[in-house]
């Protein structure tokens, strides 16, 4: 700048003692140093004209050589310059705007496109575009920065080429957020937030909740002598069976409609696993009559004869009790009849 304050100031100066901007004879309109009326003269990055006896700025000099004339603009890749004259005489290109996609943009005005938005800022090279966020369901989210949808949490990334995408970085499930790594309770399962690839992540069913306690898919509970299995791959657990304890004390899983025996022989019943609605129960079917190595079914409501005694099958309320009786009348007289 000192260049060009130098080169005006030689050029102001008087050849005979006179101002800058007299003719040189009052007449013909030529400016000091010999310079001729309308001619042109080239300092640094600016052109200067004499006029009428005057020196004053007339164009900027671009990069490609160019004259741009003063308020005139030239543009380069990504922002736009305007040849403006300088408090000392001078003449300099300006970056007056960015350009993006074919169209100008001021400094520090914000722009947007489908995927992200963007600002016009001043740079070492005069402006350029930078993104400030990304474009999420039509908000803007700026970089960093989080939204959540569609049963995840997204985070606003930068990407190498100077865009940004909005990127997977948890879970949602009932309106609350979860990090990568989380596990948590959602009814009667639970979850792990996990990412399944490097810009994915996933809310995986890991198990079930009984009764407070965490189960794995596949394990196998009891609940008022019902057993469910944990699925993670329904809704509801998965009905197994019935609980029933053996002669040692054990418990047995008896699927729904398996049946089995319980009880000291002689008398004996067959008990069956029934479903009921989403549960299921155990019943008794019948009576056995076990002795001498056989065995006599005895249905509910009726009754045999077996070593000339009758033995009958009484039902009630679903409870069944097998019982004796001296002779087929006897039996028939508390409501049985012959099997």
């Not at 304050?5 to 004879?25: K, Q, Y």
């Not at 009052?26 to 640094?44: H, M, T, V, Y």
């Not at 990412?195 to 995986?204: D, I, Q």
């Not at 047995?252 to 319980?262: D, H, I, S």
């Amino acid at each position: 700048m000192q260049q060009y304050s130098s080169i005006v100031l030689f050029m102001l100066v008087a050849i005979s003692g006179h101002a800058f901007g007299a003719p040189l004879d009052g007449s013909n309109g030529d400016c000091p140093g010999g310079l001729a009326n309308g001619a042109q003269i080239e300092r640094g990055r600016s052109v200067f004209e004499c006029r009428n006896g005057n020196v004053v700025a007339k164009a900027c000099v671009a990069d490609d050589l160019k004259h741009i004339d003063i308020g005139s603009t030239t543009d380069k890749k990504s922002f736009r310059l305007q040849c403006t004259v300088n408090s000392d005489g001078s003449a300099t290109l300006e970056p007056t705007a960015c350009l993006f996609q074919g169209q100008e943009h001021k400094v520090d005005e914000q722009f947007e496109d489908a995927n992200n938005f963007y600002s016009c800022k001043k740079s070492e090279d005069g402006l350029k575009v930078i993104t400030a966020g990304c474009i999420d369901q039509g908000k803007r989210v700026p970089l960093n920065q989080q939204a959540a949808h569609d049963d995840f949490v997204y985070v606003c990334n930068e990407t190498v080429n100077n865009g940004a995408r909005m990127m997977p970085s948890g879970c949602v499930k009932d309106g609350k957020q979860y990090k990568v790594g989380d596990s948590f309770e959602v009814g009667n399962l639970w979850f792990n937030c996990t990412r399944t690839g490097s810009e994915k992540v996933a809310a995986k069913p890991a198990g079930c909740v009984n009764n407070g306690k965490r189960l794995n898919d596949g394990d196998q509970y009891s609940d008022n002598e019902v057993i469910f299995e944990c699925a993670t791959d329904q809704p509801k657990p998965r009905l197994i069976g019935c609980a029933q304890r053996d002669e040692k004390g054990e418990t047995v899983t008896r699927r729904v409609g398996c049946t089995w025996t319980e009880g000291t022989e002689p008398n004996q019943y067959e008990w069956a696993c029934r479903q009921d609605s989403d549960s299921a129960k155990k019943v008794q079917v019948r009576c056995n009559y076990k002795v001498g190595g056989g065995v006599y079914n005895i249905d509910p409501g009726c009754y045999r004869v077996i070593d000339k005694s009758a033995f009958g099958c009484l039902n009630n309320a679903g409870t069944l009790n097998l019982q004796s009786f001296q002779g087929e009348q006897a039996a028939q007289g508390a409501g049985l009849h012959a099997c």
